[in-house]
């Protein structure tokens, strides 16, 4: 009798404990128009930094750059895994690059995001394995308009697919095994910055025979339950033909570049869905694609065709429903302009990559206030030699403090993130009864530098935690307070600058007076980095 009731015990607290390891990976968690990445059931946003292509290829080499990564305030480095490195021979794999990865990041305190470099690198396949390389036959290239082979495998082969696909299957397998308990791993990228160069569309057999067909029913259904809300570009194409639901690529989108790239995005987001569903099905971490932006004024295959561009958007999320998100590496300028892409329809903002400079720490305060943004990343973290001294350190051991206060806020819509300029100075917002203008700090006579020709980039996160408490982070930044009230004025009651310690505010300074031009506004001068806690009133 007792064991009868013991073994069902036995079951419901194994069910639990099964229960409450899978919600305690890591996962994308919709809240309202807002998503968040949980770590550890918690929400979580990357101050991160990646490494450049080759450091993660050398344990010794890495050695050094830890400590570096630890002095610039990192939660997460983003890191590559070689396929060339991981599986040398065929069936024979050799994890012990990931596994100092995820040793050493346990050992900082830090969170990993691994980089499948598998069939594509920026287009190419230069990290495949010698074995797929030297095997053509097996392993087939692209082939160009003009018929050149570029070192590309070609997304219409299934030997190409099939070999990628156990490698990543093994990666997943291996860091379910090492990391199913500790979760430093908390999200994977596959392949990397995903197209095809030297032609809008490969012309190999294969792919000549593909674009010939009809196109598959993934699709049409797709535009068709979509139709109101494709993105502008695809839904201006598909018009122009009279909203086709039948016939080849050409009958459904025209005789034009465009189209070559439509195709092409839809096969590299086919391939990649397999690869991703694969792995997901042994361990199913967070996944996204990266996007190398296309060049003003370039043509598909100049810049890398097909790949998870925002005009591409619906191909990839008919194509590659598994993956979860879109993600673009940022190196040109207009940062707002290509964020907001990215954004339009209430996706997650996730950036793996961005140029690594000194105005990174503004757009950082501007990405996580303004947008649902879920990573901000310099490129090549480690080639600075004074991390302690790099803005985005600086920036990063303030959003850190108020990270808990952002994904708290933020689904409330009570974050605001500015980014300010010399062609931007002011911009206002609405919050509650008070009108909040935020300038550049140059725009104020006395301020050092304001006759200077170049203005740098500052910016801030605002995050009001009740009708009359404001806190404001940032860097160059001045915000004066208007009551929306009739009649009213607002007034400031207080400022303290402060840190937060273990969640808990700490006030330091108190800073009316001059700090605040006698209750005129909040200040945050250049070169400063600072949270400031503002209480207002009305008379």
Wanted: glycine residues 6%; proline residues 6%; contains cysteine.
């Amino acid at each position: 009798m007792k064991r009868a009731i013991f073994f069902p015990a036995i079951i419901f607290f194994s069910l639990l404990n099964a229960s409450a390891q899978t919600s305690s990976m890591p996962q994308l968690v919709k809240r309202g128009h807002y998503t968040q990445l949980l770590v550890n059931g918690k929400p979580y946003l990357i101050f991160g930094g990646e490494l450049g292509n080759s450091s993660a290829s050398s344990n010794a080499y890495m050695r050094p750059i830890w400590p570096k990564l630890k002095e610039m305030n990192l939660n997460t480095v983003i890191a590559p895994v070689y396929w060339e490195l991981m599986e040398p021979a065929e069936g024979e794999f050799d994890f012990s690059l990931v596994d100092s990865l995820i040793e050493n990041a346990r050992l900082n305190n830090m969170k990993l995001v691994l980089l499948w470099f598998g069939s594509w690198k920026n287009s190419m396949s230069c990290y495949a394995p010698a074995w797929v390389k030297t095997n053509i036959e097996r392993c087939p290239r692209v082939l160009t308009k003009d018929g050149v082979s570029e070192e590309i495998l070609t997304p219409f082969n299934k030997n190409n697919l099939e070999a990628d696909k156990k490698a990543f299957v093994k990666l997943m397998q291996h860091i379910k095994q090492v990391d199913d308990k500790q979760n430093t791993v908390i999200a994977i990228q596959v392949e990397n910055e995903i197209g095809m160069l030297g032609s809008a569309r490969s012309y190999d057999e294969a792919a000549n025979a593909a674009f010939d067909k009809p196109v598959p029913g993934q699709l049409i259904n797709y535009l068709q339950k979509n139709k109101d809300s494709l993105t502008p570009e695809i839904d201006s194409i598909w018009k122009e033909n009279g909203f086709r639901t039948s016939g080849n690529w050409e009958n459904i989108f025209g005789k034009n570049l465009e189209t070559e790239e439509i195709f092409t995005a839809w096969n590299y987001a086919r391939y990649v869905n397999e690869i991703t569903t694969a792995g997901k099905s042994v361990y199913d971490l967070p996944m996204y694609v990266n996007t190398a932006l296309n060049r003003p004024g370039w043509k598909p295959g100049q810049y890398p065709s097909g790949g998870p561009l925002p005009h591409l958007r619906d191909i990839w999320k008919a194509g590659a429903p598994e993956i979860d998100m879109l993600a673009p590496d940022i190196y040109f300028p207009d940062f707002q302009h290509w964020c907001d892409l990215y954004t339009r329809f209430s996706d997650p903002l996730f950036i793996p990559e961005i140029r690594f400079e000194k105005e990174d720490a503004a757009k950082a305060f501007f990405a996580f206030g303004h947008y649902n943004c879920l990573s901000f990343s310099p490129f090549s973290i480690e080639s600075t030699e004074h991390p302690e001294e790099e803005p985005i350190a600086k920036a990063y051991h303030i959003l850190r403090q108020i990270s808990p206060l952002i994904t708290k806020y933020q689904p409330e819509g009570k974050v605001s993130g500015f980014l300010l300029s010399k062609d931007s100075l002011s911009q206002s917002i609405t919050v509650g009864d008070y009108q909040l203008t935020v300038k550049h700090d140059f725009t104020l006579p006395w301020s050092s530098g304001s006759r200077e020709g170049e203005w740098p980039l500052t910016g801030c996160t605002i995050i009001a935690v009740a009708s009359n408490e404001f806190y404001v982070a940032g860097t160059g930044v001045v915000v004066s307070f208007k009551s929306t009230i009739h009649g009213k004025r607002a007034g400031i009651l207080s400022v303290d600058d402060g840190s937060f310690e273990d969640g808990k505010w700490i006030a330091g300074r108190r800073m009316n007076g001059d700090q605040d031009n006698q209750g005129r506004y909040v200040r945050i001068p250049i070169n400063d980095y600072d949270i400031q806690r503002v209480k207002l009133y009305q008379y």
